[in-house]
């Protein structure tokens, strides 16, 4: 297994820009995430899904957007970049547990943002 | 306001002793609470999750607490090795539906 893969590792972006970060995962996990993290701060909640057709907002949404058309993919696209988005995003899935709670995440590598 | 604090930003020990990191909320009542490490660079890998009826989990050298009263836990790692230099975050499912929310973490360095 893969586990969770992230394209592009790095990127740099001008202000006004989109783009999209791809994220897959093999363990057919039901939830997948979306992060970002700022340096020397924890991570921040931007997206999740708890199955294909469905997502949620987290902490930190605006500016973003999902899609989760298949159980593998959760795509993150960024219209009209900004530097306050200049991150590294992490992608994350997880299982599922009793009653519905999930298990421990399982992180990509990362992909590291410059918007400038 | 709702919150998750760990207990520094950085703790340093000698390679040997005990390290005890901590994680406090406010306004949350998470059904459980979850532990990664990060190394610099890499995605967090997750080490330890505990239930809010669980009041102790252990893992080899890893020991965790949760007090639901407290709205804390503590996060110990006995014999530390400078290996276990890292830095590690607290996790909390605020509203029970998968909703994650991250400490700031502890970046721990183990001198030898």
């Not at chain 1, 006004?16 to 921040?44: E, F, V």
């Not at chain 1, 995440?105 to 918007?115: I, N, S």
């Not at chain 2, 306001?1 to 000698?14: D, F, G, T, V």
Request: aromatic residues 10%; contains cysteine; glycine residues 8%.
């Amino acid at each position: 297994n893969a586990g969770v893969t992230q394209t592009p590792k790095f990127r740099i972006l001008k202000i006004g820009q989109s783009m999209t970060l791809q994220c897959t995962q093999d363990m057919n996990h039901n939830y997948m995430y979306w992060y970002r993290q700022d340096p020397g701060m924890g991570l921040k909640l931007i997206y999740y899904s708890v199955g294909a057709g469905i997502t949620d907002k987290g902490e930190v949404p605006n500016g973003y957007n999902v899609s989760r058309s298949t159980t593998e993919d959760f795509p993150l696209r960024l219209e009209l970049a900004a530097p306050s988005q200049t991150s590294v995003y992490f992608c994350a899935s997880s299982t599922t547990g009793l009653a519905g709670t999930s298990y421990e995440q399982y992180f990509g590598p990362g992909t590291r943002l410059t918007v400038t | 306001s709702q919150k998750i604090e760990q207990n520094s930003e950085a703790l340093n020990i000698q390679e040997g002793k005990t390290a005890t990191l901590t994680c406090n909320y406010t306004n949350y009542s998470p059904a459980y609470l979850q532990w990664y490490r990060q190394d610099p660079g890499r995605g967090p890998v997750f080490l330890l999750l505990i239930r809010e009826n669980e009041k102790e989990k252990r893992k080899e050298r890893l020991k965790v607490t949760f007090d639901t009263t407290l709205k804390q836990s503590l996060f110990h790692i006995t014999a530390s090795q400078p290996a276990d230099s890292a830095t590690y975050l607290c996790a909390l499912d605020i509203a029970n539906n998968n909703d994650m929310r991250f400490g700031a973490g502890t970046r721990l360095t183990v001198k030898p």
